[in-house]
């Protein structure tokens, strides 16, 4: 028997004249996704009346092109179909069967007919396939709250009967919204900042500031681990390595010990920004949430904030550091994060921040420094990694 998958959108729908831009980029995104799980498959995929149907020539392994399928953007849910001829005899088949081997006593038909000259309405196809249900398996209706739904969607070609709707990642398809650089430490902020900037339709690179040799390879090492995780939404990635000591031990020799995290991430930004434009990527994502650090103000984030000009997205801002977690914990992030690093920020960390940072101050203390000089010289010293 060979195997289907359904797959529905939701908010693409909103897209009336530029639907057809989003739904280009699903379908190559699903491609992709099932490709890298599934590299033996032979498959067909075609739009038909909003819902992506994908055929595979020979059956297949379900829960591989679940996963393959729940790392795609765009798609609010899915579920594998068994597919009919327009005939209600074979439609009510299928329903008995794929009822008949769920376990629980009550069910519900839910029909949608996308082909208005099928000749049975919806509820007229839930009446008479629930019937024969209840005939063939003794299970009772219940509308409200079934223990089994089935669905049945009549479309042209023929129908589609399911039981088992899968909840999508929802959002919009990788791509869609243009490329960003994420700003990716080895904590739990940053990557889950870049997952919702992937859920958004943002293609993502990343970029990671290390002190080495002040601090040791695993710092760099986890990144790297933590760029192929989130690349799993994805499906090429680069990520660059800035090697960021330098700057650092100008501005501890040279700046006021209070000012040192504000110029710190003053700096990446610029060296973020230089990337980002010469890459043409049109934003600056960060895992910055309001007021949870000391650099995390609104006067600081202001200040650092003030070193470029391209567009700062922080997608965590009104999140709190339980909600964080839980999220890492769900695309698999968390057990990257946890494990301990040396973060380049905390490396040279002043005994008392300042939390209420004044422009004016800062950027009196960045006069000592060549800021220029020190900008191009990390610029010239980013690795590049293909992930």
Do not use: W
């Amino acid at each position: 028997m060979k195997t289907t998958f359904l797959c529905h959108y939701s908010e693409i729908g909103l897209k009336k004249g530029n639907r057809n831009y989003f739904e280009r980029i699903l379908e190559q995104n699903i491609r992709k996704s099932i490709e890298r799980a599934l590299p033996e498959s032979e498959f067909s995929i075609h739009l038909d009346y909003k819902r992506f149907i994908i055929d595979f020539k020979e059956q297949v392994e379900e829960e591989r092109v679940g996963t393959a399928l729940h790392r795609v953007f765009g798609i609010v849910n899915y579920a594998c179909v068994r597919k009919t001829n327009l005939e209600l005899s074979e439609i009510e088949q299928a329903a008995v069967e794929l009822i008949s081997a769920k376990e629980g006593k009550t069910f519900a038909i839910r029909t949608k007919r996308a082909d208005k000259a099928f000749p049975l309405n919806s509820n007229e196809v839930n009446v008479r396939v629930g019937a024969k249900v209840v005939e063939a398996t003794g299970k009772s209706v219940d509308l409200t709250i079934p223990e089994i739904t089935c669905h049945i969607e009549i479309m042209k070609q023929g129908a589609l009967v399911y039981v088992d709707k899968i909840q999508g990642p929802g959002g919009l398809p990788v791509n869609s919204s243009g490329k960003v650089l994420v700003l990716l430490s080895g904590g739990f902020d940053s990557p889950v900042a870049a997952f919702y900037a992937m859920k958004r339709g943002a293609k993502c690179s990343f970029i990671h500031f290390h002190s080495y040799p002040y601090t040791n390879k695993f710092s760099q090492e986890k990144v790297i681990d933590l760029a192929k995780k989130l690349n799993e939404y994805q499906f090429k990635s680069r990520l660059y390595m800035v090697p960021f000591a330098e700057t650092q031990e100008e501005i501890v020799f040279n700046c006021p010990d209070r000012l040192r995290v504000i110029l710190y991430r003053r700096f990446m930004m610029r060296i973020a920004e230089r990337l980002a434009r010469r890459k043409d990527l049109k934003a600056v994502v960060t895992g910055e949430s309001l007021g949870q650090v000391a650099s995390q103000t609104l006067e600081n984030i202001a200040a650092i904030e003030e070193a470029i000009t391209l567009p700062v997205l922080r997608p965590l801002v009104g999140m709190d550091k339980n909600e964080i977690i839980q999220v890492a914990r769900k695309i698999g992030t968390y057990e990257i994060s946890v494990k301990p690093h040396d973060d380049a920020c905390t490396r040279f960390m002043p005994r008392q921040p300042e939390t209420r940072a004044k422009l004016e101050k800062v950027l009196e203390a960045e006069k000592s420094l060549d800021v220029e000089d020190l900008v191009e010289k990390a610029f010239q010293s980013i690795e590049i990694l293909e992930i």
